[in-house]
């Protein structure tokens, strides 16, 4: 286990030093969402304690979720496509400072802290950087990803088959086991996104990124606030 972690900082660091030369703290291309989409919902997870850690992360001191100006007008898109079908869009996270992907990695290099179980309960937790789980660079820090779902229109649940940041085969978009309900609805938000220009990935059913995002190579740092 020590000769594992030894690696596993040794190649965190070697990260931290090639990601510091494309670091950016230029928020002047960046707005909050509700600046732009007046009905969307929030639960944004990374400034409270419900997630993965148990503990509030860093770099989040504000309950805002920033994105890109050029990825907040195609999001604007998809909210008014799924406006018409009867649907808001409730947010977890959107832009997140490379101090916070930081957060996450030196919780996974800490065997004195399991976090909160729940989010992986199959898994082992120095398993969460394989899989296209936990990234040491995350498209989050390039700032035209989102991760979201729908409720409708009045707040009420639509039912997903999972929930966000469960680190299990439930959140793959094509599990086998899901309801034709929940397929349904999987599909209403992967189609509205899709649409509006963003891709999706094979791990969460939830994680959207602008498919020409105006900055593929920069990572930002600046504090949610």
Known sequence: MKKFLLITLILFSFIQASIASQISYDKSDFAPVYTVIDDAAYDLRYYSSNNFTGNKIKGYKAPV???????????????????????????????????????????????????DKTFYPKLKKSDLLKGNYIAEKSGHTRGSTV???????????????????????????????????????????????????????????????????????????????
């Not at 969460?204 to 593929?216: G, I």
């Open 65 to 115: 979720a920033y994105m890109t100006k050029e990825a907040l007008s195609a999001l604007a898109v998809a909210a008014e496509d799924l406006r018409k079908q009867g649907y808001r869009i409730l947010i977890w996270d959107t832009y997140r400072p490379q101090k916070a992907v930081y957060n996450f990695v030196d919780w996974i290099n800490n065997p004195q802290d399991p976090g």
């Open 147 to 225: 991760d979201l779902t729908i409720i409708k229109k009045d707040g009420g649940f639509v039912d997903m088959g999972g929930t966000f940041d469960l680190f299990s085969e439930i959140s793959h978009p094509d599990y086998k086991k899901l309801t034709k309900e929940q397929k349904k609805n999987r599909k209403i938000l992967h189609d509205a996104m899709i649409k509006a220009g963003f891709n999706g990935i094979d791990s969460e059913w939830w994680h959207f990124t602008l498919k020409n995002e105006p900055y593929p190579d920069t990572y930002f740092d600046f504090d949610v606030e």
